[in-house]
């Protein structure tokens, strides 16, 4: 359990630059989640931490020491791999053990740090089976125990849910949630999913392309969005491109004007989230006439696909609970709620 | 249909066994006629030939031979490739492909010609040293070497190629060190190959001929080359009492192995 201090970080290979010039600071006890599209750099980063790759450039330290050179085997740091890396030649309790072992413990001691370790995940009336006899999910959570096991000063959790079906996922989710608050231990995850990273994170690293775009708190990440990356990766989008605005009021490209949450000026798109457009009977002022082109039924909201007749397509998530079921090529009139759009720059 | 197929499949597996095994049926049976030149049906039945094998020829001291040979060609072989592939499967640059290439080089090459090219080498070598090298136990168990290597490589490969990377990382992070992680994680993982691919070298190494003819020389005969020796002279049971005692010792050598690993497995 320690603060991680990240500064400068980058890796190159060649003229690819896989993680340019990082800044992060982590605080004890934070669950931080790198997120992002494959090859942003966020598993470059999470390796470089691990001491797996050797950083091109820049300093990682845990608890004020100067981490960039130490080998991993030094390095007290617990990682959970997404493939799981189980020892398939040891028993869950050896598996678990393995680390403490390594460490020189007196017998005892690892034999009760192991069982504690299996209790957490509450594995421990499988201490003698071999891996190959576990499923999936208990295959994780022996992955997990082994890696809290050594007490570490930070938990490193490559794309951990990732091997798991939907129904496991969750469960697993809220378990490591669980863990990481009972133990208080700083923790980094990696993940492409946004919905993981935003549920479990206290804070999420948005990069792209090797650098990082954003770093706060899912609601910040989620509502004001630092940039059209952000805010096209994280949640479903509507992207509205523009030609210029007014105050807080953007005009897209087609003329509509919206009325955004901040400042437009130098911003070149709004973006207004799925579940702020409304699909209205009655005509308003402020009501656009549009044309349902297609509809998907996703259980508890519906997504609507509009095309306006200004020209622009829009997408609305309508909840299904007693709404009226639109169908493609119905009139419809469309509202924004008011001060929902959010303007957006390039980069 | 299902039964025909059956039958088919039954009749179909009996033939292949039947050709694979009977030469060996025969050599066993051979070895116990008691009538001096092979002809059917034999005379009786004697164990005169076992006795024969220990004291006619140089049998008994070329077996030994042979196994000096093939025990030394397996552990140099083993002592290069283990470490060799442990090393270069990660690597991607084109060294190592050259290098892993090299190492398989001798299977390509008809196995006669690298022994007369071997014994030209030693000629020179002994010109140059006056060192009697020539038909020295280390000299045909650095030249098996040459066989046992490919075959270890190519077993090893295979095996560590489903070793996930990530294991080793994951001893690593729990804090075994690059030598810990070797004893307690790779090599335990790949033991079946290792073993497997040290009996495979013992066999080719024991069975050899094509690489030894040049290289015996009188006083130090691997067993191949002493039965070869023999028949040019004589066609007597004895030859096969030797070969049923060589296939007793390789199919010791399997059953033994095969109690610590599935052979199957890894073959």
């Not at chain 1, 897209?252 to 004007?257: F, I, K, P, V």
């Not at chain 2, 024969?52 to 070329?62: H, L, M, N, P």
């Not at chain 2, 050259?98 to 090219?117: D, F, H, K, M, N």
Request: net charge neutral.
């Amino acid at each position: 359990m320690a603060r991680l201090q990240i500064q400068g970080l980058s890796k190159a290979y060649g003229v690819f630059s896989a993680v340019e010039s990082m800044d992060l600071d982590v605080q004890e006890g934070e669950f931080i989640v790198f997120l992002g599209p494959s090859g942003c750099g966020k598993t470059t980063t999470l390796r470089m931490i691990a001491g797996f790759i050797e950083p091109t450039a820049g300093v990682i330290a845990i608890g004020g020491r100067n981490l960039t050179t130490i080998p991993p085997y030094r390095r007290n740091l617990g990682i959970v791999f997404q493939n799981y890396a189980i020892f398939p030649h040891l028993s869950v309790f050896d598996n678990v053990a393995f680390g403490l072992r390594r460490r020189k413990l007196p017998s005892a001691t690892v034999e009760a740090k192991a069982m504690a370790a299996l209790a957490r995940v509450k594995l421990d009336h499988l201490r003698e089976r071999m891996p190959k006899q576990l499923s999936g999910g208990q295959q994780q959570r022996v992955a997990i125990a082994r890696a809290l096991a050594i007490e570490p000063d930070l938990l490193l959790l490559d794309e951990p849910l990732s091997n798991l079906d939907a129904k496991l996922r969750h469960d697993v989710r809220d378990e490591i949630h669980r863990l990481q608050r009972d133990l208080g231990i700083t923790t980094i995850m990696v993940t492409h999913d946004q919905e993981e990273a935003l549920s479990l994170g206290d804070r999420l690293v948005v990069m792209n392309k090797g650098k990082v775009q954003q770093i706060g708190t899912p609601t910040e990440i989620y509502e004001t969005p630092a940039n059209l990356f952000v805010a096209d990766f994280i949640g479903r989008t509507n992207v509205l491109h523009g030609s210029g605005s007014e105050g807080t009021t953007f005009i897209t490209e087609s003329g509509l004007r919206l009325s955004c949450r901040n400042l437009t000026a130098g911003c070149s798109a709004a973006i207004v989230r799925p579940e702020s457009i409304q699909l209205v009977d009655v005509v308003s002022a402020t009501s656009l006439p549009a044309t349902v082109e297609q509809v998907t039924y996703l259980g508890p909201v519906c997504e609507v696909r509009l095309q306006l007749q200004s020209g622009e397509t829009l997408l609305a998530t309508p909840g299904t609970g007693g709404a009226p079921r639109r169908c493609k090529g119905e009139q419809v009139h469309v509202e924004i709620a008011p001060d929902t759009a959010y303007a957006v720059t390039d980069s | 249909m299902d039964r025909l197929n059956k039958t088919l499949m039954a009749v179909w597996t009996a033939a292949g066994f039947a050709y694979l095994l009977l030469p060996l049926i025969f050599v066993v049976w051979m070895s116990f006629f008691s009538n001096e030149i092979p002809y059917l049906p034999p005379q009786g039945y004697t164990l005169d030939w076992y006795a024969a094998a220990f004291t006619r020829g140089r049998f008994a001291e070329s077996f030994m031979f042979s196994l000096y040979v093939a025990l030394i060609a397996t552990a140099l072989g083993l002592a290069v490739s283990v470490p060799a592939t442990i090393a270069l499967r990660h690597a991607r640059s084109r060294l190592a492909g050259s290098i892993v290439q090299l190492l398989t080089a001798p299977l390509i090459v008809p196995t006669i010609v690298i022994g007369a090219g071997i014994y030209v080498t030693l000629v020179m070598f002994e010109i140059a040293t006056s060192w009697p090298v020539v038909g020295s136990l280390w000299a045909l168990g650095l030249a098996h070497v040459l066989m046992t290597i490919p075959w270890c490589v190519r077993l090893l490969l295979a095996n560590l190629a489903s070793v996930d990377g990530s294991i080793e990382e994951a001893a690593a992070s729990l804090g075994a060190s690059p030598l810990a992680t070797l004893f307690k994680v790779t090599l335990p993982l790949i033991w079946s190959g290792v073993v497997a691919a040290g009996l495979f070298s013992f066999v080719v190494s024991f069975g050899n001929i094509e690489l030894s003819l040049f290289l015996v020389a009188p006083g130090s005969t691997t067993l191949p080359i002493a039965i070869l020796q023999y028949l040019e002279w004589k066609l007597d049971p004895t030859v096969a009492a030797v070969s049923v005692a060589q296939i007793a010792l390789i199919a010791a050598g399997l059953l033994i192995a095969d109690r610590y690993v599935k052979l199957t497995r890894v073959v």
